[in-house]
């Protein structure tokens, strides 16, 4: 007989998607006793069927569709008959346009009782079946018509059905998308009820009439909403692009990072892979005389400025003198409003200092900043110091910290432009299992003392309101020194 929990599981499997009267009528057969048999086309539908592996690998034409969105948003792909079912996971992402923040599933079939494959976060929650990781797409489709299902984000239920279109004598070299229609819906927008409200808006001009009642205001909806976004875009070579970066192997990473990378892995979350697949990810990990220059100019001013130490406020902030000197040389004073005198009143001064003492720079002994001797060593030598930086990234003794931390360093390296670096990292985060403090749905801050001092070496202290802006090379180079140094 079936243990307790097992007949829980199977009952919740055959409940899932059933209707009211099909609900009835299985509480009717369970306090009729009529168990076995129900239990029994439970197990038989809970195995999917496979093909055994063909001898010569073909390829297929199949189209991809969201299944309910009206007009259809579609994709046209060529694919490996050979692929394996989390690569595939990777192309639809790619393909749609999804960010990987979510959990995934396969199925056989359009209800979801149908038989499903299960990933490595599923056996970790104590599922068992057949694992994703060990099947392939010509193990399920064989011919025109065949069919396959895709469910994304179990919270908003974003299914997808993939067709057989044509099979291919040979199998393409490389995945392909040669048509599509209509954009991806927005992460988290509430499934395709969401998704239709924000893209009448949307066609709408952003009309307040028509503003979708989850946003307080047009300005909340424009700020939630991805840069540009419109549902009738679509661009078959941003696609294929984003195809090729999802098909790029990570680059090698060990220790804290590598964890981090598995961790997400078995959750079936691809989206530090990805970070990692990017070509900037695999450059040089050193940088010139003239870069490192540059990049050291904040701190060896600030070093400059201190000598060999300056004796703080009764408060404990850097005397006025020293923090006008801070402003006026490293290109604060040229956009802060005020008098920069105060680093209680002027964070980027405030910023320049937490960091440097969090890369052991500068340290604090009775009410005296003072360098350090590792400072000293470097002396205005902008190699050595960088080489300093590097080796005390990144920083940070907390899980939360370190966390932020390495993904800071990943996203930076990976050589994306730096007012995307905040909003890749709070998305690696919370992939991780991290949220912000208001609620558990929303992504956390980026912040962490190893992405100050990753936005001081881009130009914070010259950038108005600290906001750098751009792809900097050098920047990128250090953090992938600080990732591969062990």
């Known amino acids: 007989m079936a243990e307790p929990t097992d007949v829980q599981h199977l009952v919740k ?35 999917p069927m496979l093909r055994p592996v063909p001898t010569e690998v073909r390829g297929f034409r199949a189209r991809l569709d969201l299944h309910g969105a009206k007009p259809p948003v579609w994709r046209r792909l060529e694919l490996p008959g050979d692929l394996p079912l989390p690569r595939l996971h990777d192309v639809i992402q790619a393909a749609m346009g999804w960010y990987d923040s979510h959990l995934h599933r396969f199925r056989t079939g359009h209800d979801h009782r149908s038989p499903y494959f299960v990933t490595h976060f599923d056996l970790e929650e104590g599922d068992d079946g057949t694992l994703e990781d060990d099947v392939r797409l010509d193990q399920l489709l064989a011919e025109k018509g065949d069919e396959l299902w895709y469910e994304y984000d179990f919270g908003d239920g974003w299914d997808h059905k993939l067709v057989v279109e044509e099979v ?3 199998s393409p070299p490389t995945v392909r998308c040669t048509g599509g229609r209509m954009a991806c819906p927005p992460e988290d927008c509430g499934g395709i009820g969401g998704y239709e409200e924000l893209a009448a808006w949307v066609r709408s001009g952003h009309d307040d009439a028509q503003l979708p009642g989850v946003f307080d205001n047009a300005a909340h909806a424009h700020d939630w909403l991805p840069i540009d976004w419109h549902p009738d875009q679509f661009d078959v070579e941003e696609t294929n692009a984003a195809l090729t970066s999802a098909a790029a192997q990570p680059v090698a990473v060990t220790g804290e990072l590598a964890e981090l990378a598995e961790q997400l892995e078995q959750r079936g979350n691809r989206l530090l892979r990805q970070v990692l697949g990017r070509p900037l990810s695999h450059g040089p990990t050193d940088v010139t005389e003239a870069e490192a220059t540059r990049l050291t100019e904040t701190y060896r001013i600030f070093l400059d400025i201190i000598g060999d130490g300056v004796t703080l406020t009764d408060a404990g902030y850097l005397p006025p003198a020293v923090v006008e000197q801070v402003a006026e040389r490293t290109g604060i004073a040229d956009w802060w409003i005020g008098k920069a005198n105060r680093e209680d009143l002027t964070f980027p001064v405030a910023g320049i200092r937490t960091t440097a003492r969090a890369l052991g720079l500068v340290s604090v002994r009775k009410s005296r900043l003072s360098p350090t001797a590792a400072a000293i060593r ?21 899980d939360a910290e370190r966390q932020a931390a390495w993904m800071a360093l990943a996203v930076t390296g990976s050589g994306v432009p730096a007012q995307e670096w905040r909003g890749e990292i709070s998305e690696l985060l919370f992939a991780l299992g991290w949220h912000s403090g208001r609620d558990r749905f929303s992504p956390p ?21 600290g ?15 600080a990732i591969r140094r062990t």
């Open 168 to 170: 291919l004598d040979a």
């Open 445 to 465: 801050p980026a912040n962490s003392a190893t992405l100050g001092v990753l936005e001081q070496l881009a130009g914070a202290a010259r950038s108005r309101w």
């Open 378 to 398: 470097c002396g205005p030598d902008p190699q050595a110091l960088w080489h300093h930086i590097v080796d005390r990234l990144p920083l940070g003794t907390k």
């Open 13 to 47: 499997q055959l409940m899932a998607g059933a209707s009211p009267e099909e609900n009835k009528a299985l509480l009717d057969a369970l306090m009729s006793g009529q168990v076995s048999s129900i239990l029994e086309k439970l197990k038989r539908e809970e195995a």
């Open 467 to 481: 906001e750098t802006k751009g792809v900097d090379l050098a920047v990128a180079a250090t953090a992938r020194a």
